[in-house]
């Protein structure tokens, strides 16, 4: 069973940047999806980036599409999210989520991830 644990999260004035990352371990992370989602306070959970198992299709939402880049390192079975130009309606709970799929398949729903880290906060201060 793949296990995902965050870090990275922490405290960033608006216009900075931060990258988190994603430490995959227990089963082999190459047949996996993986996608990034955040929860705002009081807002329920929003997909924001996600990154077929192939690594040939990434998908990213508007509201952080040319501020956010989504990449992994297979060898280190490591997912990472870029995130710059940080403004305080980033701040939120934020999750690594992964799941088996098909080599080209992305997806920002929920549904379609069965396996989630235990989150991490990011704070963007104005």
């Known amino acids: 069973q793949l296990r995902l644990v965050e870090s990275g999260g922490g405290l960033v004035q608006s216009g900075g940047s931060l990258r988190l990352s994603c430490v995959a371990s227990?089963?082999?992370?190459?047949?996996?999806?993986v996608g990034w989602f955040r929860q705002a306070p009081g807002k329920g959970r929003e997909g924001i980036s996600c990154l077929s198992s192939g690594g040939g299709s990434a998908y990213h939402a508007d509201s952080v599409k040319g501020r956010f880049s989504i990449s992994r390192d297979t060898d280190k079975k490591v997912v990472y999210l870029q995130m710059n130009s940080l403004n305080p309606d980033d701040t939120g709970v934020y999750y690594c989520?992964?799941?088996?799929?098909?080599?080209?398949?992305?997806?920002?729903?929920?549904?379609?991830?069965?396996?989630w880290g235990q989150g991490i906060q990011v704070t963007v201060s104005s």
């Open positions: 227990g089963d082999t992370f190459n047949y996996y999806m």
């Open positions: 989520a992964a799941d088996q799929r098909r080599p080209d398949w992305v997806s920002l729903a929920e549904n379609d991830y069965g396996i």
